[in-house]
């Protein structure tokens, strides 16, 4: 990992923002540079999605630097390309783990992404932890945010000297089975204060993930803890409600379901019900407003989410990811369309095989 670029890009005074993804993944990643690296404004995103009134807002705000987070932002390098122009001097760095379209680390710019190197699952979480290491940062004290991160992201495979490294300093901590281990619990109830409060709770999440000495202050925390017991009574009710109205495509190993509750928890549902059925296509979606919320989720591997997702929701809303679990925006008088074109694209691709 080449350092000489970020280090005096991370370090710089002036008007900085760290803008980074709304998910464990993200928070965790963000609290990590934040205990070594200060100054910066939070602007916690859903997504890559850039609405023309959040390019100017940024514009606005003249940062000599912008630090992206978990965030797949060179899927819109045209308004990243405008924003530069915008504000001459700029300088960003990206910190990004999903499948790229474009390499933003010209000139100034820094573009770290372990899928330029191979196929690699690698969430930013440890990156950002292995890069604080390589920049001479005390951070092994706070390896158990990195392993929360990485587990909250499903990146175990390919992290497992990191959390390795977390059970050795914290013993108990991973156990046998990442998946169902303290951490990983810690990571659920963390998560369940987005679900309650939105960005309000990306917010709280990441100011006491920034502050916890210990994951032992995380454990006996009681807001999370009330946050973890209420979004389970939810997650139950909406789990057996999803039996009695999911909808199956047998012949395309498909299941539609789209869920009705105030909590925004359409990703964690889509994650639930794919380990449940992970020969299956899982497709979640959410009204939000004018929008539909679709996570996508699929174990098999043989067809990739992030393309399919790219494909279906072309001119009516954005969307991408990770080949194994996507999502997108969906606008809500198009839903229909989105969903024609979902089956007609399995259609042809199981054709295919």
């Not at 609405?51 to 705000?61: M, P, T």
């Not at 196929?119 to 004290?141: F, H, N, Q, T, W």
């Not at 699929?298 to 393309?307: F, K, R, V």
Request: with cysteine.
């Amino acid at each position: 990992m080449d350092t000489r670029k970020i280090k005096p890009l991370l370090a710089s005074t002036g008007k900085k923002l760290l803008v980074y993804h709304s998910d464990l993944d993200g928070m965790c990643s963000a609290a990590l540079m934040l205990r070594f690296f200060g100054g910066f404004e939070l602007i916690p995103r859903e997504g890559p999605m850039m609405e023309d009134k959040f390019v100017r807002a940024l514009a606005e705000r003249k940062p000599s630097v912008m630090v992206v987070l978990d965030i797949p932002i060179d899927q819109e390098w045209r308004k990243v390309e405008l924003l530069q122009k915008q504000v001459p001097g700029m300088r960003l760095a990206v910190i990004d783990h999903h499948v790229p379209e474009k390499d933003l680390g010209k000139g100034g710019n820094v573009h770290m992404n372990p899928r330029f190197g191979g196929d690699l699952y690698i969430p930013a979480s440890c990156m950002v932890y292995r890069l604080l290491e390589e920049l001479g940062c005390d951070v092994k004290p706070f390896v158990w945010i990195a392993a929360m991160g990485v587990i909250g992201d499903y990146g175990i495979e390919d992290c497992r000297g990191l959390l390795r490294e977390c059970e050795s300093r914290y013993p108990g901590s991973i156990g046998k089975d990442p998946m169902k281990s303290r951490i990983k619990d810690l990571g659920d109830h963390v998560m369940a204060s987005v679900i309650l409060h939105g960005q309000k709770g990306v917010s709280r999440s990441t100011e006491l993930l920034l502050k916890a000495g210990s994951y032992e202050d995380i454990r006996g925390n009681k807001y999370f803890s009330a946050c973890g017991e209420k979004v389970a009574a939810e997650l139950r009710r909406i789990l057996a409600d999803f039996e009695k109205r999911k909808k199956e495509h047998p012949g395309l190993d498909l299941i539609v379901y789209r869920l009705q509750s105030r909590l925004n928890v359409a990703s964690t549902i889509s994650t639930i019900v794919a380990a449940k059925h992970p020969d299956k296509i899982v497709i979640i979606e959410k009204i939000s407003g004018g929008w539909v919320k679709v996570s996508a989720r699929y174990q098999a591997g043989d067809i990739s989410l992030n393309a399919l997702m790219k494909e279906t929701v072309a001119g009516i809303g954005s969307g991408g990811g990770h080949p194994k679990a996507a999502g997108g925006l969906v606008a809500r008088k198009d839903i229909g369309e989105f969903e024609r074109r979902l089956v007609s694209r399995l259609t042809e691709l199981k054709g295919k095989a």
